[in-house]
């Protein structure tokens, strides 16, 4: 956890006790320009089964495409999101069980995968963006590239680490 505490960049969860959780908990490498973006956070999976943990890191593309996955998901299309270079989650809107499908999938980490079927409440979608809202409240980008390769810190940062 940072000083400020972990923010739920994406909270799924019922009440039978099944949850999908990215939990970020800071900046990775905060002052350092090449890394200072990237978040640290937590996958968090809970069942009356099983339960498990992963550690991540988030870059800014990701927050983008977690963005671009809410609009997908909004007009009714199943979504995949991170994946290549660690844990893929997807949602499936027409699970098994009759409710979304989240499916944690860390084949290039401990080459397992779990299926989490979550009967999410109405607003989900909303309460969703919010998280992503707060989010890049909390950790702003503040580092440009301004060329391939070349970084530098925004002009509009506010502080130094």
Same mark, same amino acid.
């Given at each position: 956890?940072?000083?400020?505490?972990?923010?739920?960049?994406?909270?799924?969860?019922?009440?039978?006790?099944?949850?999908?959780?990215?939990?970020?908990?800071?900046?990775?490498?905060? +002052?350092? *320009?090449?890394?200072?973006?990237?978040?640290?956070?937590? /996958?968090?999976?809970? !069942? $009356?089964?099983? #339960? +498990?943990? *992963?550690?991540?890191?988030?870059?800014?593309?990701?927050? /983008?495409?977690?963005? !671009? $996955?809410?609009? #997908?998901?909004?007009?009714?299309q199943d979504i995949s999101w991170m994946g290549g270079r660690g844990p893929e989650i997807r949602i499936?809107?027409?699970?098994?069980?009759?409710?979304?499908?989240?499916?944690?999938?860390?084949?290039?980490?401990?080459?397992?995968?779990?299926?989490?079927?979550v009967a999410v409440e109405e607003g989900w979608m909303?309460?969703?963006?919010?998280?992503?809202?707060?989010?890049?409240?909390?950790?702003?980008?503040?580092?440009?590239?301004?060329?391939?390769?070349?970084?530098?810190?925004?002009?509009?940062?506010?502080?130094?680490?």
């Open positions: 956890m940072t000083e400020q505490g972990g923010v739920d960049l994406i909270r799924l969860a019922d009440d039978e006790g099944n949850s999908v959780v990215v939990q970020v908990t800071g900046r990775h490498r905060p +002052g350092v *320009l090449t890394a200072h973006d990237t978040l640290t956070a937590n /996958v968090l999976v809970t !069942t $009356a089964f099983v #339960s +498990g943990q *992963l550690d991540i890191w988030i870059a800014p593309r990701d927050l /983008v495409e977690w963005e !671009t $996955a809410l609009d #997908s998901l909004a007009a009714g499936q809107l027409s699970g098994e069980r009759g409710c979304p499908d989240v499916i944690v999938d860390d084949i290039p980490g401990s080459m397992a995968t779990v299926t989490v079927p909303e309460e969703q963006r919010r998280r992503l809202d707060e989010v890049r409240r909390r950790w702003p980008r503040e580092v440009v590239e301004s060329s391939f390769g070349v970084y530098e810190w925004s002009p509009h940062r506010k502080r130094r680490p």
